[in-house]
C-alpha cells in the first residue's frame, strides 16, 4: 500500500494556494473562494509573486517565504512552471500537492515532458501529488473544497467519488445537489501522475465516514495495486465504477481462438468481478446506483414486491426483472390475506400489486406497511402514474415518513411530468431514491443486489481437489526455451502438447511424419482409425485450410489424405513452412467438445479462458474468462458463466460430466501460465470431456520472451510457494510451514476450536464463541501483496492438522507491519510460534518492512516469553493494561544477527 500522507492531503491544517489572484476566472482565487465559503477551519495562504494580498490574506512569493509548515499545496499556474514549484515543495517538506494546470500528458509529447520533470521533481521524497489536469479534491467532514468543480461544498454524505475527469466531476456535483446526494469526498484525479485510483481505494476504504466508493475510470495505472486495494475493501464497503473506452482494440491482431474472443472491454469485466467490484455501463446508471448506495440498506435477497397504481408500469416493471433473470417476490398466502382486507376486491391478487388507479394515500401507506413486514419480501418498488383521482405529491408526502425508517430498500418511480414531478421532489428530500421509470428503479435494486452477491461470492470458502497437484516445471520451462532460442513465435502442436502435459494435463498421443510413408508408419503403429493434420507453424486454423483428416481406416486412407493436406495447405497459404503432418488416434467425438485457453493482456496480464469448443467455437462465442490464479471455485465460477456447462452439468438424455476434473485441468491451465510469463497466447480446443476423462486434442501455445519474471505479470498475488518448508521441532514434530489457502477454512476452524477461551481472548481481543464465514475468508483467503501469513500443518494417520498460524499485516506506511500468532491450546511452548514468527520476520525483512510490532495483554505469559526470547523491545502500556512488543530497524538487524541463520528457534 501507498497511501502514506493521503491524511495530510485531505485533512490538511495549512494550505497553500500557489497562483491565487482576485482577477476574475483565476482558479487559484476559485479555490481560495471555496475554501472560505466551505468553513475550512485550517490555515490558508495566497502564493502569488506580484500581489501583497488575496482576499484579504497576505500572500507570499513563494511557498518557501511561508514560515509555518504546509500540508497541501493546491497549484494553479502554468504547466511549464509546475516542476520548479514542486521542487519547492519538496524544500518545504509539503505532504502533499494538488496540481490543476492543465497542458500535461493529454496534450501530446511536450505535455509528456512536462509532467517526467514534475515527478523527477518530487523523486525521493515523501510528497503526493494529485493531478495534474484535475478540478480538486473536497472532503466534506474536513470542511474542505479545494478545487473550482463548483461554487458550493457538496452536500455531506457517505459516498467518495473519484473520477479522472473534471467535466465528470461538475456534472455529478450538479446533479447530486438536486437530488440531494451527499459525499465524504470528491476527488478529480486528472491525469494520476502519482495518486492513483489504488492508493484512493486504499485510503477511501479505511475511512469510516465513506460508506461506498463510487470510481468514474478512464484508464488505469499499476494495476496489480489496483486490482490488490480493491479485493481488500469491496469486502467491506461496496465499490462502483464505471469504466468508459469499452473497446475491442487488439482481438483482431490475435493469432489465436483465445486471443480474438478476450477483448479489452471483457477483461476489464472479468478483472472488476474478481476484485468484487460492482461495475455500470452508463452514466445514468452510475448516478442511480450512487442515489442507491447513499440513501437505501443492501437488499438481503431478490425478492422485490412491486406496488403500482396501474397495470402496465407493473407489468413493465416485472419484464425488466425478467430480463436480470428474476421474478417479482411470490407473496405468501398471509400476505395476500391481509391486502385483501384493505384493497379493493379486484386488485391484482399477485405481485405486482395492483392498487387500482383510484388508490388513495392512506390505501398505498396500508399495503406499503404490510409489505414491509412480509418475509418474503426483499425489497419494494413503489410506482405511480398519474391519475385525477390521485394526487401525486399526497401520496409521496404521506409514503415518506413511513419510508424514512424503513429496514429494506425501497426506491420509487412517479412515471410521468410535470403532475409528479414534486412528487419525485419529496422523496429525494426525504432520502428515498426517486425515479422516473420502472427500469431504472428495476436495474437499481439488481445492481445492488449483484454487489450482495459478489461479497458472498469472495467470502465462499472453496473446496481442496481430492488429489495432489503436481507439475514439472523444469519440463515446461525447458520446451519455452527451446522456442525462445530458436526465435520461434509459435510453439508446434507437438511441442504444445509436451507443455501441457509437463502440467498434468491429458494429451491425444501425437506423431511427426515428414513423408507419405512416415505417415503410413506411423498409423500403422498407433492403430487405426487416425487423424491426419497440418504441421505448420504459420496456420494456426487448420480446418480452414483443409488441414484436417478424420477416420482414416486404412494405409491407402492415410497416403491419399497426406497428398490432400499437403496440397490445401499450400492453396491456403503458399508462404507457409510445411513441416510434413501429425497423426494421432481417431477421439470419437461422443463427448463434449470445449475450448480452454489463455491470452496474456497487455493491463491485467494472462487471462484464462473457457467454453464452447470444436469449429463452432467463434461462431457461437460461448465463452468466460477469469484471471489467474484460478481455484476449485474460481474454476466454477468462471464455467457457471457459459451455456455449455449446463450441459456438462446434465441435461436430458446427455450425461454429466465429472465437474471437478474440468476444475482440475482450469487449475493447472492457471498455474502453467502463473509459472511462465512468456506464455502470450495458448488455445486448447477442442478439448473433449467424456464422463471421467478429458483429452486436450488440438493446441497451439504462442511465446515471446518476457522482461517481467513471475509472478510480477499477474494482475492478482499468486500462492506464493516459495515460503513453503519443512522443519521439526525440538520435541520431535514434524512441521510443513506453507502460506495459508482459501481451502484451508476447516483446518483454521480446526485450530479456533482447539483454543481455550482465555487464549481466544488474548488473540482476538474479544470473547469469540465460534468463527463466522466473514472472519474465516478474512483470515484464509490472503492478498500476499499486503499480507503475510503462515500456518504450521502436521499430517498423522488422521491427516492434516494446523497447529499454528502467523501474521504480519502491511500498515498505511509500507515500511510498518502489524504481527500476529496463534498456536493450537495442547502445542503451545514448543517453538512452533517462534519458527512461524521467525518466517514472517524473514518475508518482512525481504520486503523492505523497518518494524513490527504487535499488542500482547498481560496475562498472555507465552507471547511475552516469545518476544523477550526473539529480542523484541516490551513496553507496557499501564492506560490499556496491555504491552507493545516491537522491532525497529535496529532490532530487526540484530534479531536478524542472532537468529537469522537458525533452521528453527526453540
Avoid at 685 to 694: F, G, Q, R, S, T
Avoid at 701 to 714: E, F, G, M
Avoid at 850 to 856: D, F, S
Avoid at 880 to 904: A, H, I, P, R, V
Wanted: a neutral charge; aromatic letters at 8%; glycine letters at 8%.
Amino acid at each position: 500500500m501507498s497511501i502514506y500522507n493521503l491524511d495530510k492531503v485531505f485533512q490538511p491544517e495549512s494550505i497553500a494556494v500557489i497562483g491565487a489572484s482576485e482577477k476574475k476566472g483565476n482558479i487559484g482565487g476559485a479555490v481560495i473562494n471555496n475554501l472560505i465559503s466551505g468553513e475550512f477551519q485550517g490555515k490558508i495562504f495566497p502564493v502569488h509573486p506580484n500581489n501583497e494580498s488575496v482576499f484579504q490574506k497576505p500572500a507570499f512569493k513563494s511557498i518557501n517565504d511561508i514560515s509555518e509548515n504546509i500540508d497541501l499545496a493546491v497549484i494553479a499556474v502554468p504547466i511549464n512552471t509546475v516542476p520548479g514549484i514542486i521542487k519547492q515543495c519538496v524544500l518545504a517538506k509539503t505532504k502533499g500537492a494538488v496540481i490543476l494546470s492543465g497542458g500535461g500528458k493529454e496534450t501530446g509529447e511536450k505535455g509528456r515532458v512536462f509532467e517526467k520533470a514534475i515527478l523527477e521533481a518530487a523523486r525521493d521524497s515523501e510528497l503526493r501529488i494529485i493531478g495534474p489536469n484535475c478540478v480538486g479534491i473536497a472532503n466534506t467532514r474536513a470542511g474542505l473544497n479545494a478545487s473550482f468543480a463548483s461554487r458550493h461544498m457538496p452536500v455531506p454524505g457517505k459516498i467518495a467519488f473519484v473520477s479522472q475527469s473534471g467535466a465528470v466531476c461538475t456534472c455529478i456535483l450538479d446533479l447530486a445537489a438536486k437530488k440531494q446526494i451527499g459525499f465524504s469526498h470528491f476527488v478529480s484525479l486528472g491525469s494520476t501522475l502519482d495518486v492513483d485510483f489504488g492508493d484512493m481505494i486504499d485510503y477511501l476504504g479505511t475511512d469510516y465516514n465513506v460508506g461506498s466508493i463510487v470510481l468514474y475510470v478512464e484508464s488505469l495505472t499499476f494495476f496489480r495495486k489496483f486490482m490488490s486495494a480493491a479485493r481488500a475493501v469491496s469486502r467491506v464497503k461496496p465499490v462502483i465504477v464505471f469504466k468508459a473506452g469499452r473497446s475491442q482494440a487488439g482481438a483482431a491482431a490475435a493469432s489465436s481462438h483465445t486471443g480474438a474472443m478476450a477483448g479489452e472491454d471483457a477483461v476489464y469485466d472479468a478483472a472488476f468481478a474478481r476484485a468484487g467490484i460492482l461495475r455500470v455501463k452508463t452514466f445514468e446508471e452510475l448516478f442511480d446506483c450512487s442515489e442507491f448506495l447513499a440513501k437505501q440498506p443492501r437488499p438481503r435477497g431478490a425478492g422485490l414486491a412491486i406496488i403500482t397504481n396501474a397495470g402496465g408500469p407493473g407489468v413493465m416493471a416485472a419484464d425488466a426483472l425478467s430480463d436480470y433473470g428474476h421474478e417479482p417476490a411470490r407473496l405468501s398466502d398471509e400476505t395476500i390475506a391481509k391486502l385483501n382486507e384493505i384493497l379493493p376486491p379486484h386488485w391484482s391478487r399477485g405481485n405486482p400489486v395492483d392498487i387500482i388507479g383510484d388508490a388513495s394515500p392512506e390505501r398505498y401507506c396500508k399495503t406499503v406497511e404490510i409489505c414491509l413486514k412480509a418475509p418474503e419480501i426483499n425489497g419494494l418498488l413503489i410506482m405511480m402514474a398519474p391519475q385525477a383521482l390521485s394526487d401525486a405529491s399526497e401520496v409521496a408526502s404521506a409514503l415518506a415518513d413511513i419510508l424514512k425508517t424503513s429496514h429494506l430498500p425501497v426506491f420509487t418511480a412517479w412515471i410521468g411530468g410535470t403532475d409528479v414531478e414534486k412528487g419525485r421532489d419529496i422523496f429525494n428530500k426525504a432520502g428515498i431514491p426517486g425515479l422516473d421509470t420502472p427500469e431504472r428503479a428495476v436495474r437499481a435494486f439488481m445492481d445492488l443486489w449483484k454487489y450482495s452477491k459478489n461479497i458472498e461470492m469472495l467470502q465462499e470458502i472453496p473446496s481442496k481437489l481430492s488429489r495432489k497437484q503436481t507439475y514439472d516445471y523444469e519440463k515446461a520451462k525447458s520446451i519455452i526455451q527451446k522456442g525462445l532460442e530458436k526465435n520461434q513465435a509459435v510453439l508446434t502442436e507437438i511441442e504444445s502438447k509436451y507443455l501441457l502435459k509437463a502440467y498434468g494435463i491429458p494429451v491425444n498421443p501425437i506423431i511427426l511424419a515428414a513423408s507419405a510413408s512416415d505417415a503410413w508408419n506411423a498409423a500403422s503403429r498407433m492403430g487405426f482409425p487416425v487423424v491426419l493434420k497440418i504441421h505448420s507453424p504459420d496456420i494456426s486454423h487448420k480446418t480452414d485450410a483443409g488441414g484436417v483428416e478424420l477416420n482414416l481406416d486404412t494405409e491407402t486412407d492415410v497416403y491419399k489424405a497426406y497428398q490432400r493436406i499437403i496440397e490445401n495447405a499450400k492453396k491456403y497459404n503458399p508462404d507457409a513452412e510445411i513441416q510434413g503432418v501429425t497423426i494421432q488416434p481417431m477421439i470419437k467425438a461422443d463427448g463434449y467438445e470445449l475450448i480452454m485457453g489463455a491470452k496474456k493482456d497487455r493491463d491485467f496480464g494472462p487471462v484464462i479462458l473457457f467454453g464452447m469448443g470444436g469449429v463452432m467455437t467463434e461462431l457461437l462465442q460461448d465463452r468466460a474468462i477469469a484471471l489467474p490464479p484460478l481455484n476449485r471455485l474460481l474454476a466454477r465460477r468462471l464455467m457457471e458463466k457459459t451455456r455449455i456447462y449446463r450441459l456438462v452439468k446434465g441435461f436430458r438424455n446427455y450425461p454429466p460430466i465429472n465437474s471437478e476434473m474440468l476444475e482440475e485441468v482450469l487449475i493447472r491451465l492457471s498455474q502453467l501460465v502463473t509459472d511462465f510469463p512468456e506464455i502470450e497466447e495458448l488455445d486448447i480446443n477442442p478439448l473433449i470431456a467424456w464422463k471421467d476423462n478429458v483429452c486436450a486434442i488440438d493446441a497451439r501455445v504462442v511465446i515471446k520472451a518476457s522482461q517481467v519474471t513471475s509472478p510480477l505479470h499477474l494482475a492478482v498475488s499468486p500462492y506464493p510457494s516459495r515460503y513453503e518448508f519443512h522443519t521439526s521441532t525440538h520435541e520431535g514434530i514434524k512441521l510443513f510451514i506453507r502460506p495459508i489457502r482459501p481451502e484451508d477454512a476447516f483446518l483454521f476452524t480446526e485450530l479456533f476450536n482447539s483454543l481455550s477461551q482465555q487464549s481466544i481472548y488474548f488473540r482476538f481481543f474479544s470473547p469469540i464463541r465460534q468463527m463466522s464465514s466473514e472472519m474465516l475468508a478474512r483470515f484464509t483467503q490472503i492478498d500476499y501483496d499486503r499480507q503475510i501469513a503462515l500456518v504450521a500443518i502436521h499430517e498423522d494417520e488422521s491427516g492434516e492438522h494446523m497447529l499454528g498460524a502467523a501474521r504480519i499485516i502491511l500498515e498505511r506506511d509500507p515500511q510498518k507491519a502489524e504481527f500476529a500468532v496463534m498456536i493450537n491450546e495442547n502445542y503451545q511452548g514448543q517453538g512452533i510460534g517462534a519458527e512461524l514468527l521467525r518466517q514472517c520476520l524473514n518475508i518482512a525483512n525481504e520486503r523492505g518492512i523497518k518494524k513490527v510490532w504487535g499488542i500482547v495483554l498481560p496475562e498472555n505469559r507465552q507471547m511475552l516469553k516469545l518476544g523477550k526470547k526473539l529480542n523484541f523491545n516490551i513496553k507496557h502500556d499501564f492506560g490499556n493494561n496491555e504491552y507493545l512488543l516491537s522491532l525497529d530497524e535496529d532490532g530487526l538487524k540484530k534479531y536478524f544477527s542472532d537468529f537469522g541463520n537458525q533452521d528453527t528457534v526453540h
